[in-house]
């Protein structure tokens, strides 16, 4: 498990110390006008007074695990229906966003008519971020491996009105054939993965392809952005993506999460990865990933990419630009 994982459990479980009070304020009725109320004042407030003591002491530890549908906006105008009980989905219905550093850093990148990649999509928070600001004459290629997700996401793209994304239920593998789909829990399906995991059920069998076979030629020639988080199975997309780098634009980028634990599974270590980039004339960034509520409160400052001079221990995000600078 990674540092990230492990911090959010942790954080989790210190947002569980008063349990039966918590279960109270959820079984009395005010619970359908206090928490939208709470919502609104962290998210909407021009001020910052409270904020912080209102998210820790009344937010986390009473509203924020449970189980709650929801249809929020996001910082960028995009409808998402989700569940506070995800990870992700509780960020976006609070604070309209996640990953804020990635959010400021590719909607600063995208310009009307780029073509954005979205390799494990999810329910669709970055594509919807992508179609908005590559415009009508631009594409979103979101590929999404599990049904369930994919569902979901497709019911954003529908629910946004977005005309510009294709959205493909396939997975990202080095070969086309069909694997199966660990079913990661509910309050985090974002580690839903290919990769054989234990303590997952299997979600059912889908059909698999390489990155090269699902994108068509004008999308990969055009791709601006792309954006590869699928779990433990970054390789698999990323070996791919390098028969089609000759063919891609000098501007590509590419974001990607290295995981040392699972590129072991396949012989392959994080410096693999970079010589791969280094190789096509990449140089390889530091993204910090924001999965904690400090991030998305009063009193953090946004952080771009910066050049990255450290071995790579944990779980990491990465962009790999052509861009030869400290910073993107």
């Known amino acids: 498990m990674s540092l990230v994982a492990v911090s959010y459990e942790k954080d989790r479980a210190a947002a569980r110390v008063e349990p039966r009070r918590a279960r109270k304020i959820w079984g009395h009725p005010i619970k359908r006008t206090l928490n939208p109320l709470l919502r609104s004042y962290c998210r909407y407030a021009p001020w910052n007074f409270g904020k912080n003591f209102l998210w820790h002491h009344v937010i986390e530890p009473f509203f924020a695990w449970t189980s709650q549908p929801f249809v929020a906006r996001t910082v960028f105008g995009a409808p998402i229906e989700g569940n506070t009980r995800d990870l992700i989905q509780k960020y976006i219905y609070y604070f309209g966003a996640w990953e804020p550093n990635l959010t400021q850093w590719v909607q600063g990148r995208l310009k009307p008519g780029d073509t954005f990649i979205d390799v494990g999509a999810n329910i669709g928070y970055f594509t919807l971020l992508a179609s908005k600001f590559v415009g009508p004459s631009g594409r979103v290629v979101s590929i999404e491996a599990s049904p369930t997700i994919f569902e979901r996401l497709e019911r954003n793209v529908a629910r946004a009105g977005a005309r510009n994304v294709r959205a493909i239920n396939r997975a990202v593998f080095d070969k086309r054939g069909t694997v199966d789909i660990y079913q990661a829990s509910d309050d985090n399906i974002g580690r839903t993965t290919i990769l054989a995991t234990p303590e997952y059920e299997v979600e059912c069998q889908v059909e698999a392809e390489p990155l090269c076979e699902l994108l068509r030629a004008e999308e990969a020639q055009n791709a601006r952005i792309v954006k590869i988080d699928i779990e433990g199975a970054t390789w698999f997309a990323i070996a791919d993506l390098q028969k089609l780098l000759p ?26 990865v970079l010589r791969m980039f280094e190789s096509a004339g990449f140089h ?23 050049r990255n001079h450290e071995p790579i221990e944990t779980c990491t995000d990465f962009v790999f630009s052509r861009q030869d600078a400290e910073s993107l």
Do not use: C, H, W
């Open 247 to 272: 063919s891609m634009r000098p501007d590509l980028e590419i974001v990607a999460e290295i995981d040392p634990e699972p590129l072991a599974r396949f012989g392959k270590q994080p410096e693999d």
């Open 284 to 306: 390889a960034y530091r993204l910090e990933n924001i999965t904690m509520p400090y991030g998305y409160l009063p009193g953090y400052t946004l952080k771009r990419p910066l």
